[in-house]
């Protein structure tokens, strides 16, 4: 069983920057690969970002490249997100998420494990 739960989320203006983070606990955090994807309201959940359990490998989706960069660090049992540049079509709440693999999927249903969410809002 792995818990997590994500932190960083608020309320920002279009241009500005924030930073998640998502702090695992329970099996291995090195043996996961892990996943960052959002919800809007009234939308299916999609993926945002993605990174192999040795951070070798990294995927985004079209809207997050170049403007977002997952990291992660073992030691710290840690996963973050940095997000430049935001956007108002980027909100959303945005959860991290975990899966026994060593090639990050993009699939949300791929994930075995869900943190709660953390809330994402961007006015403009």
């Known amino acids: 069983q792995v818990q997590l739960v994500e932190s960083g989320g608020g309320l920002v203006q279009a241009g500005d920057s924030l930073r998640l983070s998502c702090a695992a606990s329970g099996r291995t955090f090195r043996n996961y690969a892990m996943g960052w994807f959002r919800q809007a309201p009234g939308k299916e959940r999609e993926f945002v970002a993605a990174?192999?359990?040795?951070?070798?490998?990294?995927r985004y989706s079209d809207s997050g490249a170049g403007r977002f960069t997952i990291s992660r660090d073992n030691a710290k049992n840690t996963v973050l997100l940095q997000m430049n540049n935001l956007k108002p079509e980027d909100t959303a709440v945005y959860y991290c998420a975990a899966v026994a693999t060593s090639t990050p999927p993009i699939i949300p249903s791929l994930y075995n494990y869900w943190g709660q969410g953390t809330q994402v809002t961007v006015s403009s």
């Open positions: 990174i192999k359990w040795s951070g070798g490998i990294t």
